[in-house]
């Protein structure tokens, strides 16, 4: 991975952890972050967002971060991993509740496996994505540009991002998402 690509990360919780609330569990991954070798470049505001989906649970804190540091996109994903599991995270449902969710949200331009892959888990209709899990590393998330809790907040650190295969920034994205969704995320 080159020095210049940035990881985005988009973080989430609506269960307390040993860190304490939501909002105090993320500020906390974000230092463990820190100790597993990566830079915290920049990080949004946080905000809350009911669950997704509805009903899942209580509502969510949500906010993204650019990090920069070593690995390629396997370590990065690991890393995140072991940061979760230092807050209880347990992987019982999808979209399940959590004390902490990191999503590896893109890293630079880098598009895995590849191309067709990535497409396809993106076009996966909504009513089919619950029952589906990839068994391996997509990028960019290929669910990045439907979530407004991802977008809103993602806007506020890396606006200008492009979508490699969409050729859309993150701002645009976010745009094209309807008015009532982006206003269910309200910063803290």
């Not at 982006?182 to 803290?188: L, T």
């Amino acid at each position: 991975m080159a020095s210049d690509q940035q990881i985005l990360v988009a973080l989430g919780a609506n269960l307390p952890s040993e860190a304490g609330s939501p909002l105090q569990t993320l500020r906390a991954a974000l230092t463990a972050l820190e100790s597993e070798g990566y830079t915290v470049e920049a990080v949004s505001r946080f905000y809350a967002t009911p669950c997704f989906p509805a009903g899942f649970g209580p509502d969510y804190v949500n906010a993204c971060a650019r990090l920069s540091g070593p690995g390629n996109p396997a370590e990065v994903l690991a890393a995140l991993h072991r940061v979760e599991a230092q807050f209880g995270r347990e992987r019982e449902r999808r979209w399940g509740s959590r004390t902490l969710d990191l999503d590896l949200i893109a890293i630079g331009e880098i598009v895995m496996p590849n191309t067709a892959t990535q497409s396809e888990w993106r076009n996966i209709p909504a009513d089919k994505q619950q029952g589906v899990t990839p068994t391996e590393l997509i990028l960019p998330h290929p669910r990045l540009q439907d979530r407004a809790f991802v977008l809103v907040p993602l806007q506020d650190i890396a606006a200008d991002w492009c979508h490699p295969l969409l050729s859309k920034t993150v701002a645009q994205m976010c745009a094209e998402l309807p008015q009532e969704q982006r206003a269910e995320v309200v910063p803290m």
